[in-house]
């Protein structure tokens, strides 16, 4: 038999954390969440979930970014996949380097006073994130995936199952 998977939800929304908790458990998945970022980190750091899910603004506004870095950029947690869960509208592009195509994006004038700049390559499946911090210096990650809120079971689930049956 094939151990359950694990997925840390990590939101300040308890009423978001119920919704998605309750789709996935119906799904067979085992859920675990935490409420902001330290919350958050200790748990991905102390279970190493097979998925993470992220919320942006929570006690700060990029919180959920800053947690979503630390994961990428930590050599034990990196390999989980991380999750986007914003309202945020997300820029789509056909090449592979979403990093690129983010600075391009910037330079664009509709695009150059944006604080966060999410992009996703809908060919590779290659996202990311590029904002601007508090100090006003460019942050790039890449990321898994971006779903939206207020989050539809429809396209979490088959996103959540592509991620985990790479």
Same mark, same amino acid.
């Given at each position: 038999?094939?151990?359950?998977?694990?997925?840390?939800?990590?939101?300040?929304?308890?009423?978001?954390?119920?919704?998605?908790? #309750?789709?996935?458990?119906?799904?067979?998945?085992?859920?675990?969440?935490?409420?902001?970022?330290?919350?958050?980190?200790?748990?991905?750091?102390?279970?190493?979930?097979?998925?993470?899910?992220?919320?942006?603004?929570?006690?700060?506004?990029?919180?959920?970014?800053?947690?979503?870095?630390?994961?990428?950029?930590?050599?034990?947690?990196?390999?989980?996949?991380?999750?986007?869960?914003?309202?945020?509208?997300?820029?789509?592009?056909?090449?592979?380097?979403?990093?690129?195509?983010?600075?391009?994006?910037?330079?664009? #004038?509709?695009?150059?006073?944006?604080?966060?700049?999410?992009?996703?390559?809908?060919?590779?499946?290659?996202?990311?994130?590029?904002?601007?911090?508090?100090?006003?210096?460019?942050?790039?990650?890449?990321?898994?995936?971006?779903?939206?809120?207020?989050?539809?079971?429809?396209?979490?689930?088959?996103?959540?199952?592509?991620?985990?049956?790479?």
């Amino acid at each position: 038999m094939e151990k359950q998977k694990r997925i840390v939800i990590v939101d300040d929304d308890i009423d978001i954390i119920n919704v998605v908790e #309750s789709v996935l458990t119906a799904q067979g998945y085992i859920v675990l969440s935490a409420n902001d970022k330290k919350e958050g980190l200790k748990l991905i750091k102390k279970e190493k979930p097979d998925l993470a899910i992220l919320d942006v603004m929570m006690t700060t506004q990029f919180e959920g970014f800053e947690l979503a870095k630390e994961i990428v950029n930590d050599d034990i947690l990196k390999q989980i996949p991380v999750i986007i869960q914003t309202s945020i509208d997300v820029l789509t592009t056909t090449k592979p380097s979403v990093q690129a195509m983010a600075r391009e994006f910037r330079q664009q #004038s509709e695009y150059s006073d944006l604080r966060v700049i999410l992009v996703k390559d809908l060919v590779s499946g290659n996202a990311g994130v590029d904002y601007l911090n508090e100090y006003n210096e460019n942050v790039w990650f890449p990321v898994s995936a971006f779903v939206r809120k207020p989050v539809d079971a429809n396209i979490l689930v088959p996103e959540i199952e592509r991620l985990l049956n790479n």
